[in-house]
């Protein structure tokens, strides 16, 4: 049996990353700090639904607590490291650096250290297509140029996978970077635009749509994220330096009304809307090319907008009511 480490287990893709590695007889300790960067109610539901499984333990730790990181490493041995939590979110991060520099860099240090010190098998960690952020070329590729940031969050995300690839070749530590696309889905985030207009919408209350509601977004419903996540998870690179970088989306960028659409549909309401400008930090479009993703581990996303808004609609009526 594997013995996997995840942290960010409370999280929306760790929770669900968890859970599919449970169904399949793993071994998984999760750590999380459950700040209340968002409602801590739903983090404890999350941890609920692993809670039945006999071989997943849940440890209350900060990531960037280097002592607890260090003896966490030491004791347990992983074999394998899922590195999720991060202090996530584009405009928070102009109201809150230092929440992303604690987290998300000193954080991400200390679990580089712990898989120098204690080799694992491979260490997966999430980037985000932030980092890609006013790229005028669609779709976005792994090649692309990212050097230049429009939020802290992408800064870190960036500095994520720089500091990672040093690892890779100073240690030989194997480890993937995935640049997440809007993943959405059952227990998401209450700060992402599946929840906003959904509650809004069903309390019959204005969206409000940001650039004037000229936005795209490659939105991956979040069971096909943990497909990525695993079949990635089993075969770290076998380069000479240990390290290989994906994106993982859906590949078809939605338009703005299209999603409030298929949202009106699943809810049976309509919606009422805003119209503000751009927001700091906000990019107009996301859309990501998986050509590489297809290639090395024939990868195919399967949900619709309207089959994965459907299940979260469902999923949300159900949690609010």
Not at 22 to 41: F, S, W
Not at 95 to 113: H, K
């Amino acid at each position: 049996m594997k013995n996997y480490l995840i942290t960010g287990a409370a999280g929306f893709i760790g929770m669900h990353t968890a859970k599919r590695l449970l169904e399949a007889g793993e071994q998984v300790v999760g750590i999380d700090n459950l700040n209340d960067y968002y409602d801590p109610a739903l983090k404890h539901y999350r941890l609920s639904q692993l809670a039945p499984y006999q071989d997943f333990r849940f440890i209350k730790m900060d990531i960037a607590d280097r002592a607890a990181m260090a003896t966490l490493f030491a004791q347990e041995k992983f074999t394998h490291v899922i590195h999720l939590a991060a202090q996530a979110g584009v405009r928070y991060s102009i109201e809150n650096p230092f929440a992303y520099i604690d987290s998300n860099l000193v954080g991400t240090m200390c679990v580089l250290e712990g898989c120098r010190h204690h080799p694992v098998e491979h260490l997966v960690y999430a980037s985000s297509s932030s980092v890609y952020g006013m790229n005028a070329k669609v779709p976005f590729s792994e090649t692309d140029q990212v050097d230049h940031p429009v939020s802290l969050y992408a800064a870190t995300k960036k500095s994520n996978e720089l500091m990672a690839y040093s690892y890779a070749k100073l240690y030989q530590i194997p480890a993937t970077g995935l640049r997440f696309f809007t993943v959405y889905g059952p227990a998401g985030r209450p700060d992402m635009a599946p929840w906003l207009f959904t509650e809004a919408i069903l309390k019959e209350q204005p969206i409000k749509l940001f650039n004037h509601g000229k936005m795209q977004r490659d939105f991956t419903y979040i069971d096909d994220i943990v497909e990525g996540v695993v079949r990635i998870l089993q075969q770290p690179s076998q380069e000479v330096i240990p390290y290989n970088l994906f994106n993982i989306g859906n590949n078809q960028p939605i338009e703005l009304d299209h999603f409030i659409k298929a949202i009106e549909s699943a809810c049976g309401k309509a919606s009422k809307k805003i119209m503000l400008p751009m927001q700091a930090g906000d990019v107009e479009r996301t859309y990501a090319d998986i050509r590489k993703l297809e290639e090395f581990f024939d990868y195919k996303p399967t949900f619709s907008i309207e089959d994965g808004i459907k299940e979260f609609v469902d999923w949300y009526r159900a949690w609010s009511y």
